[in-house]
């Protein structure tokens, strides 16, 4: 059975550092792009970031760029999103998705729909 299984979500002060994590398992997920989004009270889910450990790239939303970084240290380890300078307009729930097909983080991000796996989510709360 494949699964996305996130962790690592909190309450945070805005200012302060989270790192979630997405551990991914019942198949090989090396040729997958790996990805996080997120969804706010009353709003649609939007892309985060991505990463291709096929093509060895990432790819941020313009909204978290400079402050999350997306890594994973190989093919078969979680893929890691750490958040700094968090925002309360950071606050949502995350969820990480991985998506065959796509060879660069950038094709996570401009089609940022028809994923093949999602995990259930982790809630982050960012308080001013």
């Known amino acids: 059975q494949v699964q996305l299984v996130e962790s690592g979500g909190g309450l945070v002060q805005a200012g302060g550092s989270l790192r979630l994590s997405c551990a991914a398992s019942?198949?090989?997920?090396?040729?997958?792009?790996m990805g996080w989004f997120r969804q706010a009270p009353g709003k649609e889910r939007e892309f985060v970031a991505a990463i291709s450990w096929s093509f060895g790239n990432t790819y941020y939303a313009d909204s978290v760029k400079g402050r999350f970084t997306i890594s994973r240290d190989n093919a078969k380890n979680p893929v890691y999103l750490q958040m700094n300078s968090l925002k309360p307009e950071d606050t949502a729930v995350y969820y990480c998705?991985?998506?065959?097909?796509?060879?660069?983080?950038?094709?996570?991000?401009?089609?940022?729909?028809?994923?093949?796996?999602w995990g259930k989510g982790t809630l982050v709360t960012v308080s001013s």
């Open positions: 998705a991985a998506r065959n097909g796509d060879r660069t983080a950038q094709a996570m991000g401009a089609q940022p729909y028809g994923m093949d796996y």
């Open positions: 019942g198949r090989t997920f090396s040729r997958y792009v």
